[in-house]
């Protein structure tokens, strides 16, 4: 509530830059002297639900969603390697998406999750070759997507009128040979010898374990006997020039923090933000140090879009984002300022995973590189679909899955959730604010409507919930516990509504 | 992509040229009555087929050897004690296999790990079915650049999406939906209960009328807001505020000019509707006295055989259910990670044979596996990358076992069965031609086969027999 307060009056691009100026509240650090048994994930949700940089950590948990690690493929260390893998999201997140990519590249996570951790190079005797896992993905997911795209993120076509594939099988192999030759910091090219700190550090090259043959692909040799290093800043450069990449990344930041299905025109804009590296916003400010991949340029765009202001656009058919639930919990969580903010006390928090029981998403323990689900998902048999509309969400938002999350929230909110120890406090919500109206039921409900949704309740449900908080009474006897009943039942029920699940 | 380049099929193909499936109008009799199940298992990140049927003569060992020795050679050391020279070839587990002539000489194994499903094999209730994979049509390695062949090879995501919907990620809707859509009939009510995830949404359940109904541990469980007495106070017990609570729930009356609004009141008013009757069905769960191994797998399965055991009182005549197990993306490290997940799957599926035989279904549930991709046959170093056909298995009492279906190819790399880098298989026998035979045993007829399976008629064999 201080925030909204607070930012009362200010122009959005001011707001804006105020969060950009935010200090990053670091992980490893945390996580280091929280001391060796702490968790990452307890980490995760004391720092999105307490910290004050939260667009930077809406940043770090949208890009977290393009560029996966989960600790599940982390074998060594994987709390420590995955606090330095947030440290390095949340470091670029307002910075430079090629710097991201360099950086994730040399990280112990990414190493070891997508396999070119000790990656060694071919043998021609015995006919092995590099492992090619990162070479694709790095391709197909972090930087260019499958086929070519026009900047508004639609395919390019050739003159047959067919889609043009961005990279074969040979560019694979070709690129595979530049991740080779990477582990641990340390003597040798073994874990056994790495240094203590080696596996939450930049990992690094070693010569003898590169590949000295030529590293075609994508149009590009990268010249026989060219170091490990320089080859990978060359790899970088190269994939990073292509011009795929401003929409295929835009289009998806855009599915993280406005729209579902995003137009082609907001596409253009955003993708055309993040090439130039540049974002003038309607009030004259501009965003951006003019260099391709700038992450403040792209979010400006994103989030000072003339769309995002207009009444209309946000009343058509397909305006609007199906919420995660993740960010419906922390919603919850900081609109009511539950506190302390204290994960480790929570055992309903310890893996938020399960789609059946809790959240079905778990953020840094995704089901697999290609995320919770897919920034191209329409789901079958829905209006959305029938309209041709992405909706990446509802394969975890669906017909299986809202009786789990009904329940976990409505666990939290009336203080019912599993604690790891009773006696300590964590999560507590404020309801005062909530208890000083609960007796006039259209007052409660209203405020709540405006808190949680902005004010777009449906009638209908805004109705049916005044009508059930009446069907409560209020006894003098009781008053005190007939209130928190009201309020209880009315926060459960705004937030199990069609419109908490979907924001406009 | 370079190595495959786009062509239009029918042009490739030639008019005439395709070979009819099936003739329209075959008389095939196709069964609906009673009930009959099928499981999907998907072995997600590409299984790898090498490392699963091994050669157990010693020519045949000594090739593969020769494409893989720094796998082979891991299993000899550094993997834990219980899975140490498990691929030796004296600990291999040979397959009697009846139809063993038709390899000219070559024998086969599988590892030590998956003892039980060797004596599933052994015993007649499973099969293998070698080298098969997503394709349009047939195809060799000299002709792959000039036919059609699926498209966004080697890409998880595309390839799984593929083999259980028959097109690239986007697609979306699955055969086994599709199988469900065209025995409608053969349900009674609407439905809600014919396609059964034990692994969440997944495309290979979805179909055009047919929705997926998720299970997964003991739940779905009742809400809490409903069912909690006191939720609504000690004050009140007013049946008016337990009716709205229930409208709240189920969406009832929101409608709007946003597509995804009323989508999501749509899925709670579904959850609402199907949760409920299914709840009031769990006092009948049949009580196994088969133990069900500790492993996701052995999980899903205790529970798909569970929710098999309320067939009648959910009054559904057929039904398909997804598992799935991750874990099979062996870039690295393979030897310390596919045995446990071989022994996991093989263990898991005998528990379930046996809980089918304590509720006299085994001739009834035919079970199979999945996978998007096999893998390279030469390593790279001590794992294997992505490639395309692969070997499965099919096992149940109903299943035509102790067989060996399509090709196990030896492993000369140059032959027409292999890409031309990396020994990767292309698959001789079609996921179609898989899925067909499923679908024919299931109950649907040759028009509903080749409505759900639109390749089919561009191969010989519409079905292969193993069930």
Same mark, same amino acid.
């Given at each position: 509530? /201080?925030?909204?307060?607070?930012?009362?009056?200010?122009?959005?691009?001011?707001?804006?830059?105020?969060?950009?100026?935010?200090?990053?509240?670091?992980?490893?650090?945390?996580?280091?002297?929280?001391?060796?048994?702490?968790?990452?994930?307890?980490?995760?949700?004391?720092?999105?639900?307490?910290?004050?940089?939260?667009?930077?950590?809406?940043?770090?948990?949208?890009?977290?969603?393009?560029?996966? @690690?989960?600790?599940?493929?982390?074998?060594?260390?994987?709390?420590?390697?995955?606090?330095?893998?947030?440290?390095?999201?949340?470091?670029?997140?307002?910075?430079?998406?090629?710097?991201?990519?360099?950086?994730?590249?040399?990280?112990?996570?990414?190493?070891?999750?997508?396999?070119?951790?000790?990656?060694?190079?071919?043998?021609?005797?015995?006919?092995?070759?590099?492992?090619?896992?990162?070479?694709?993905?790095?391709?197909?997911?972090?930087?260019?997507?499958?086929?070519?795209?026009?900047?508004?993120?639609?395919?390019?076509?050739?003159?047959?009128?067919?889609?043009?594939?961005?990279?074969?099988?040979?560019?694979?192999?070709?690129?595979?040979?530049?991740?080779?030759?990477?582990?641990?910091?340390?003597?040798?090219?073994?874990?056994?010898?790495?240094?203590?700190?080696?596996?939450?550090?930049?990992?690094?090259?070693?010569?003898?374990?590169?590949?000295?043959?030529?590293?075609?692909?994508?149009?590009?040799?990268?010249?026989?006997?060219?170091?490990?290093?320089?080859?990978?800043?060359?790899?970088?450069?190269?994939?990073?020039?292509?011009?795929?990449?401003?929409?295929?990344?835009?289009?998806?930041?855009?599915?993280?923090f406005t729209m579902s299905h995003p137009t082609p025109d907001y596409v253009e804009r955003v993708a055309t933000a993040f090439e130039t590296g540049r974002f003038v916003a309607p009030d004259g400010v501009t965003f951006g140090d003019g260099r391709k991949g700038d992450l403040q340029a792209t979010l400006a765009a994103i989030l000072l879009d003339p769309t995002q202001?207009? /009444?209309?656009?946000?009343?058509?058919?397909?305006?609007?984002?199906?919420?995660?639930?993740?960010?419906?919990?922390?919603?919850?969580?900081?609109?009511?300022?539950?506190?302390?903010?204290?994960?480790?006390? /929570?055992?309903?928090?310890?893996?938020?995973?399960?789609?059946?029981?809790?959240?079905?998403?778990?953020?840094?323990?995704?089901?697999?590189?290609?995320?919770?689900?897919?920034?191209?998902?329409?789901?079958?048999?829905?209006?959305?679909?029938?309209?041709?509309?992405?909706?990446?969400?509802?394969?975890?938002?669906?017909?299986?899955?809202?009786?789990?999350?009904?329940?976990?929230?409505?666990?939290?909110?009336?203080?019912?959730?599993?604690?790891?120890?009773?006696? @300590?406090?964590?999560?507590?919500?404020?309801?005062?604010?909530?208890?000083?109206?609960?007796?006039?039921?259209?007052?409660?409900?209203?405020?709540?409507?405006?808190?949680?949704?902005?004010?777009?309740?449906?009638?209908?449900?805004?109705?049916?919930?005044?009508?059930?908080?009446?069907?409560?009474?209020?006894?003098?006897?009781?008053?005190?516990?007939?209130?928190?009943?009201?309020?209880?039942?009315?926060?459960?029920?705004?937030?199990?509504?069609?419109?908490?699940?979907?924001?406009? | 992509?370079?190595?495959?380049?786009?062509?239009?099929?029918?042009?490739?193909?030639?008019?005439?040229?395709? &070979?009819?499936?099936?003739?329209?109008?075959?008389?095939?009799?196709?069964?609906?009555?009673?009930?009959?199940?099928?499981?999907?298992?998907?072995?997600?990140?590409?299984?790898?087929?090498?490392?699963?049927?091994? $050669?157990?003569?010693?020519?045949?060992?000594?090739?593969?050897?020769?494409?893989?020795?720094?796998?082979?050679?891991?299993?000899?050391?550094?993997?834990?004690?219980?899975?140490?020279?498990?691929?030796?070839?004296?600990?291999?587990?040979?397959?009697?296999?009846?139809?063993?002539?038709?390899?000219?000489?070559?024998?086969?194994?599988? $590892?030590?790990?998956?003892?039980?499903?060797?004596?599933?094999?052994?015993?007649?209730?499973?099969?293998?079915?070698?080298?098969?994979?997503?394709?349009?049509?047939?195809?060799?390695?000299?002709?792959?650049?000039?036919?059609?062949?699926?498209?966004?090879?080697?890409?998880? *995501?595309?390839?799984?999406?593929? %083999?259980?919907? &028959?097109?690239?990620?986007?697609?979306?809707?699955?055969?086994?939906?599709?199988?469900?859509?065209?025995?409608?009939?053969? *349900?009674?009510?609407?439905? =809600?209960?014919?396609?059964?995830?034990?692994?969440?949404?997944?495309?290979?359940?979805?179909?055009?009328?047919?929705?997926?109904?998720?299970?997964?541990?003991?739940?779905?469980?009742?809400?809490?807001?409903?069912?909690?007495?006191?939720?609504?106070?000690?004050?009140?017990?007013?049946?008016?505020?337990?009716?709205?609570?229930?409208?709240?729930?189920?969406?009832?009356?929101?409608?709007?000019?946003?597509?995804?609004?009323?989508?999501?009141?749509?899925?709670?008013?579904?959850?609402?509707?199907?949760?409920?009757?299914?709840?009031?069905?769990?006092?009948?769960?049949?009580?196994?006295?088969?133990?069900?191994?500790?492993?996701?797998?052995?999980?899903?399965?205790?529970?798909?055989?569970?929710?098999?055991?309320?067939?009648?009182?959910?009054?559904?005549?057929?039904?398909?259910?997804?598992?799935?197990?991750?874990?099979?993306?062996?870039?690295?490290?393979?030897?310390?990670?596919? $045995?446990?997940?071989?022994?996991?799957?093989?263990?898991?599926?005998?528990? %379930?044979? *046996?809980?089918?035989?304590?509720?006299?279904?085994?001739?009834?549930?035919?079970?199979?596996?999945?996978?998007?991709?096999?893998?390279?046959?030469?390593?790279?170093?001590?794992?294997?990358?992505?490639?395309?056909?692969?070997?499965?298995?099919?096992?149940?009492?109903?299943?035509?076992?102790?067989?060996?279906?399509?090709?196990?190819?030896?492993?000369?790399?140059?032959?027409?069965?292999?890409? =031309?880098?990396?020994?990767?298989?292309?698959?001789?026998?079609?996921?179609?031609?898989?899925?067909?035979?499923?679908?024919?045993? %299931?109950?649907?007829?040759?028009?509903?086969?080749?409505?759900?399976?639109? *390749?089919?008629?561009?191969?010989?064999?519409?079905?292969?027999?193993?069930?």
């Amino acid at each position: 509530m /201080e925030d909204i307060n607070a930012a009362v009056g200010m122009s959005a691009s001011n707001l804006l830059l105020e969060e950009f100026a935010k200090p990053r509240t670091p992980y490893l650090s945390t996580l280091l002297a929280r001391g060796k048994n702490a968790s990452h994930l307890d980490l995760y949700w004391d720092t999105v639900v307490g910290a004050d940089d939260q667009l930077r950590q809406r940043m770090g948990s949208a890009l977290s969603q393009i560029i996966v @690690v989960s600790d599940r493929g982390v074998n060594f260390f994987p709390k420590l390697a995955m606090a330095h893998y947030a440290d390095i999201l949340h470091t670029h997140a307002f910075g430079n998406y090629r710097d991201l990519l360099k950086d994730i590249t040399y990280s112990p996570a990414m190493s070891q999750y997508l396999t070119y951790m000790y990656n060694r190079k071919g043998n021609m005797e015995t006919g092995s070759e590099p492992d090619e896992n990162y070479a694709r993905e790095f391709m197909q997911l972090f930087t260019i997507g499958l086929f070519e795209l026009n900047m508004d993120g639609s395919q390019r076509l050739d003159v047959e009128g067919n889609p043009i594939p961005t990279y074969g099988s040979d560019d694979v192999a070709g690129l595979s040979r530049v991740f080779t030759g990477l582990g641990f910091s340390g003597p040798n090219f073994y874990t056994s010898t790495a240094d203590d700190d080696a596996f939450y550090k930049p990992i690094i090259m070693f010569p003898a374990q590169h590949s000295e043959r030529d590293k075609t692909f994508l149009g590009l040799t990268i010249p026989a006997g060219t170091d490990g290093d320089t080859s990978i800043d060359m790899a970088i450069d190269h994939i990073f020039d292509q011009p795929s990449v401003a929409p295929f990344i835009s289009r998806q930041l855009i599915q993280r923090f406005t729209m579902s299905h995003p137009t082609p025109d907001y596409v253009e804009r955003v993708a055309t933000a993040f090439e130039t590296g540049r974002f003038v916003a309607p009030d004259g400010v501009t965003f951006g140090d003019g260099r391709k991949g700038d992450l403040q340029a792209t979010l400006a765009a994103i989030l000072l879009d003339p769309t995002q202001f207009d /009444e209309a656009f946000a009343e058509s058919e397909s305006a609007g984002k199906i919420r995660e639930p993740v960010l419906r919990f922390t919603q919850w969580a900081r609109a009511f300022e539950a506190a302390p903010v204290l994960a480790e006390n /929570e055992q309903t928090l310890s893996d938020t995973n399960n789609p059946i029981l809790r959240l079905g998403q778990q953020p840094l323990r995704a089901p697999s590189v290609f995320n919770f689900y897919r920034p191209g998902f329409i789901a079958p048999g829905t209006e959305s679909g029938a309209n041709d509309l992405t909706a990446p969400e509802f394969q975890i938002v669906n017909d299986g899955t809202f009786y789990g999350y009904a329940n976990f929230m409505t666990d939290f909110v009336i203080g019912r959730q599993l604690k790891a120890d009773l006696d @300590v406090e964590s999560f507590i919500p404020d309801y005062s604010t909530e208890l000083a109206l609960a007796d006039d039921a259209e007052a409660l409900t209203n405020h709540l409507n405006m808190l949680l949704t902005g004010g777009r309740l449906d009638e209908v449900v805004s109705d049916r919930v005044i009508e059930i908080l009446n069907e409560i009474p209020i006894l003098e006897a009781s008053s005190d516990e007939d209130r928190l009943t009201r309020v209880h039942v009315a926060i459960t029920l705004v937030i199990t509504s069609p419109a908490y699940t979907f924001q406009r | 992509m370079t190595q495959f380049s786009r062509r239009n099929f029918l042009s490739a193909a030639g008019a005439g040229g395709l &070979l009819a499936a099936i003739a329209p109008g075959t008389a095939w009799a196709a069964d609906t009555s009673g009930y009959k199940a099928l499981v999907c298992i998907s072995l997600l990140g590409g299984m790898d087929h090498a490392d699963t049927i091994l $050669p157990t003569d010693q020519p045949s060992y000594d090739a593969l050897y020769d494409t893989r020795s720094g796998i082979l050679d891991n299993y000899r050391s550094g993997v834990a004690p219980e899975d140490r020279l498990s691929r030796d070839i004296d600990n291999l587990l040979p397959l009697s296999a009846d139809n063993i002539a038709d390899y000219g000489g070559r024998t086969f194994g599988l $590892p030590p790990q998956m003892s039980a499903l060797h004596e599933l094999f052994e015993r007649g209730d499973a099969a293998i079915i070698g080298n098969m994979g997503p394709l349009v049509q047939p195809v060799t390695r000299d002709e792959v650049n000039r036919r059609t062949v699926p498209d966004r090879l080697f890409s998880h *995501n595309d390839q799984i999406s593929t %083999f259980l919907s &028959l097109g690239p990620e986007g697609a979306r809707i699955g055969w086994g939906g599709r199988f469900v859509d065209a025995l409608t009939a053969a *349900n009674s009510g609407d439905g =809600a209960y014919s396609a059964i995830s034990l692994a969440g949404f997944n495309v290979f359940l979805s179909g055009n009328q047919t929705r997926i109904f998720q299970i997964n541990g003991g739940g779905p469980y009742p809400l809490t807001a409903l069912n909690r007495r006191s939720f609504l106070g000690s004050g009140s017990d007013s049946s008016k505020a337990r009716r709205l609570m229930a409208d709240h729930f189920s969406g009832a009356g929101v409608t709007s000019d946003n597509f995804y609004i009323n989508d999501i009141a749509d899925s709670q008013a579904r959850a609402a509707t199907n949760i409920t009757r299914y709840r009031e069905t769990l006092s009948s769960i049949y009580s196994f006295t088969t133990q069900f191994p500790r492993s996701p797998i052995g999980a899903q399965l205790k529970n798909v055989a569970e929710t098999i055991s309320l067939r009648n009182q959910l009054g559904v005549g057929r039904q398909i259910f997804y598992c799935a197990i991750a874990g099979f993306d062996t870039h690295n490290d393979q030897a310390n990670s596919l $045995p446990a997940l071989q022994r996991q799957l093989s263990d898991a599926l005998m528990a %379930f044979q *046996n809980a089918m035989a304590e509720i006299n279904e085994t001739n009834n549930v035919t079970t199979f596996t999945a996978s998007e991709f096999g893998r390279t046959t030469i390593g790279n170093g001590d794992g294997t990358d992505h490639g395309w056909g692969g070997h499965h298995f099919v096992v149940g009492g109903a299943v035509n076992g102790k067989r060996i279906y399509g090709d196990i190819p030896p492993y000369d790399l140059g032959l027409q069965t292999y890409l =031309a880098s990396r020994g990767v298989l292309i698959p001789t026998l079609s996921v179609e031609q898989y899925a067909a035979t499923l679908g024919a045993w %299931f109950g649907l007829n040759p028009a509903e086969l080749n409505e759900a399976l639109p *390749n089919l008629r561009n191969f010989d064999e519409a079905n292969l027999g193993f069930v």
